[in-house]
């Protein structure tokens, strides 16, 4: 019942699927007929980027016996010309789909038809006088602007992918990544921009007063999902004072201690190198 009414509605091929799908007229006219025809019912004249959705599109043709000849979207200036498809939506074309023979070098065949026979030309192509009559094969697109909400839409064989913007995940971009709950530090506060963790979201931390803070104050929820930087720490003034001082000193002796072992090792370095230049200078440079 539901295939015969599908049948019933004549010529559209459309699937309830979503995405790129291939539609066909049912009468004959020239390539920009064609094309005009099908911007007007669907979005553009087929464009197939690769062997699949070549074969794909031959699939949803009709098998005619007499004319199986349908207009695609790909065209040559002059006889001079490159064949390229309409508004360079393919680079498709020199691999395999010529029928034998094609293109000709016939000088007014300036457009391109698909053969929906069941011979061996069956999916092939060949070149033709545009202003003959062939059926029109059309596509319909399914990306649009909110199709793939923070991301790119690609049109693939009844179906959209998304690619997403760093930041975003899902099918359809929808989704923000989140970073890991914060919690707050001792004797401090926390407040978050959006009220929740994710992409994008700034948190700031507060000590409350009498305290210090040892860190950053604000970190940014990063597109990976990891915030940018780690909690600080509120220190009472006391603990701060000992911390910098202990600091400070550990620096001072970091210092002295690197400085004294520095010195140690040029000595060393001097002692063994010494005789070594006395014997072959040259060596160094080769080294
Ligand atoms: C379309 O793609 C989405 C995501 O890749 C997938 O979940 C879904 O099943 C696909 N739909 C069809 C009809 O193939
Ligand atoms: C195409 O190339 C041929 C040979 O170089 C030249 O004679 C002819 O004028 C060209 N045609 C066009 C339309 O540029
Ligand atoms: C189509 O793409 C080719 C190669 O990327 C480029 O040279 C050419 O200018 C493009 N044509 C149009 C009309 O955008
Ligand atoms: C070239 O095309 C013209 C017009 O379509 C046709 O009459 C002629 O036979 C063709 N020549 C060759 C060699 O295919
Ligand atoms: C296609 O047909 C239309 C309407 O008959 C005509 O105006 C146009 O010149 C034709 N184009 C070609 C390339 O033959
Ligand atoms: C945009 O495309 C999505 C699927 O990709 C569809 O669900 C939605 O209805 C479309 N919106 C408009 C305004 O066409
Ligand atoms: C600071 O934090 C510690 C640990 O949570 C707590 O024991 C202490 O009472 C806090 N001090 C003040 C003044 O709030
Ligand atoms: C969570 O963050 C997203 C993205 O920043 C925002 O659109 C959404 O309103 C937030 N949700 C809540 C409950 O605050
Ligand atoms: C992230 O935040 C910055 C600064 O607030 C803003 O310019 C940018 O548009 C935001 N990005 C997204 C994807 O929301």
């Not at 506060?189 to 104050?217: A, D, P, V």
């Amino acid at each position: 019942m539901k295939w015969t009414l599908i049948l019933l509605l004549g010529s559209s091929l459309a699937e309830t699927a979503l995405g790129w799908t291939f539609h066909r007229s049912e009468y004959k006219m020239n390539w920009t007929q064609a094309r005009q025809w099908c911007q007007k019912e669907y979005t553009d004249i087929v464009v197939m980027r690769d062997q699949k959705e070549n074969d794909h599109l031959v699939s949803k043709l009709k098998v005619r016996n007499r004319s199986p000849y349908y207009w695609i979207g790909i065209t040559k200036k002059d006889e001079n010309g490159t064949w390229t498809w309409i508004k360079n939506m393919s680079t498709w074309i020199s691999e395999h789909p010529w029928a034998v023979g094609e293109p000709s070098k016939n000088s007014t065949d300036f457009c391109v038809e698909i053969y929906a026979n069941t011979g061996s030309n069956r999916g092939k192509w060949n070149d033709e006088d545009c202003s003959n009559s062939k059926f029109a094969a059309c596509y319909k697109a399914q990306c649009n602007a909110t199709s793939c909400g923070q991301g790119r839409c690609q049109e693939i064989i009844e179906n959209i992918t998304c690619h997403c913007d760093p930041g975003f995940k899902g099918d359809r971009c929808q989704t923000a990544v989140g970073c890991p709950p914060l919690s707050q530090p001792d004797n401090g506060s926390l407040s978050c921009s959006e009220g929740n963790y994710t992409f994008n979201s700034t948190c700031r931390y507060k000590c409350h007063s009498g305290f210090l803070m040892i860190g950053l104050s604000t970190v940014t929820c990063g597109a990976k999902g990891a915030w940018s930087g780690p909690r600080p720490a509120c220190a009472s003034y006391k603990q701060a004072l000992a911390a910098i001082a202990g600091c400070g000193a550990l620096s001072a002796f970091c210092c002295i201690c690197f400085c004294w072992m520095k010195h140690k090792k040029r000595k060393k370095l001097a002692q063994v190198r010494e005789p070594e230049e006395v014997r072959s200078p040259s060596s160094e440079a080769q080294g």
